[in-house]
């Protein structure tokens, strides 16, 4: 091996968080990315370097030396590649900055449990909490960078932590109808979220993509599970994503079939 591989789901955020961090650098050829097949089991080399966990992303350097959980890759590819830091040097912005980014846990978790959740009765407890997490967001920025666009002058670390999260969240507009709303306390963070979701250095997937890929997600079906009496799942390689229809809405009232998903060969 002759540069570090990073090996990943498809269209992980957690590894998208790399790609736009080697973006800024200026050093996209830097790392290898490899996608796994989620809708098999995963391959016992790769557990051996994941010490038989199947989460992902994992990197591996090339001395054969494995890292995993994505913020802590962040920080080895930030630390190895520093000609063109993107992290905050000053030590009172970088604390503010790790602030910020230990928010991002529970933003992804909220946003994922909703698009997985098919009780309606449910629904609005999971779009409240996300909203509570915004409006928090929304304080945070304020505080801190009130005029401005992202927490400080640029697009940075803290930004990029939650780009790919916020994309991924277009599941969310498409499968529960969600939108921030136009208020007062949300102003400040819908003028982050769509500046980092138009960042150049973010533009590595799609609407469509994120929306046809994660259906299985949407039903309560997540990593390459398949629904009960479907036989592939809606993250296969073939038939590709963009040769599919998009997928129906109606989550909560049926699961759609392989055929109307497009995923018949």
Not at 8 to 26: A, D, N, T, Y
Not at 82 to 106: C, H, M, Y
């Amino acid at each position: 091996m002759t540069k570090p591989t990073i090996y990943h789901i498809p269209i992980c955020p957690f590894s998208q968080r790399v790609e736009i961090l080697l973006e800024l650098k200026g050093l996209r050829d830097a790392i290898d990315f490899y996608v796994i097949d989620i809708t098999k089991p995963r391959p016992a080399w790769l557990l051996d370097y994941t010490g038989g966990t199947t989460a992902l992303p994992v990197l591996v350097d090339e001395s054969d030396r494995a890292l995993k959980e994505s913020l802590v890759i962040l920080r080895y590819v930030e630390e190895r590649y520093d000609a063109r830091p993107v992290a905050r040097q000053e030590p009172f912005e970088r604390g503010l900055e790790r602030l910020l980014i230990t928010k991002s846990d529970a933003f992804a978790n909220t946003g994922y449990g909703y698009v997985m959740n098919r009780d309606r009765a449910r629904t609005a407890k999971f779009r409240d909490k996300l909203l509570a997490i915004y409006r928090d967001i929304d304080v945070f920025l304020s505080q801190h960078n009130p005029d401005g666009t992202f927490l400080f002058d640029s697009f940075g670390l803290a930004d990029l932590v939650f780009t790919p999260l916020m994309l991924r969240f277009w599941f969310l507009e498409y499968y529960e109808g969600f939108t921030l709303p136009e208020a007062i306390e949300f102003s400040r963070v819908l003028r982050w979220r769509d500046a980092c979701l138009a960042h150049p250095a973010a533009q590595q997937v799609s609407f469509d993509q994120i929306v046809k890929l994660y259906y299985d997600y949407a039903v309560g079906f997540g990593n390459g599970a398949r629904p009960d009496g479907r036989a592939r799942s809606s993250f296969t390689f073939e038939p590709d994503w963009p040769d599919r229809p998009m997928p129906p809405t109606d989550k909560y009232d049926r699961i759609a079939s392989d055929a109307e998903l497009g995923l018949i060969p």
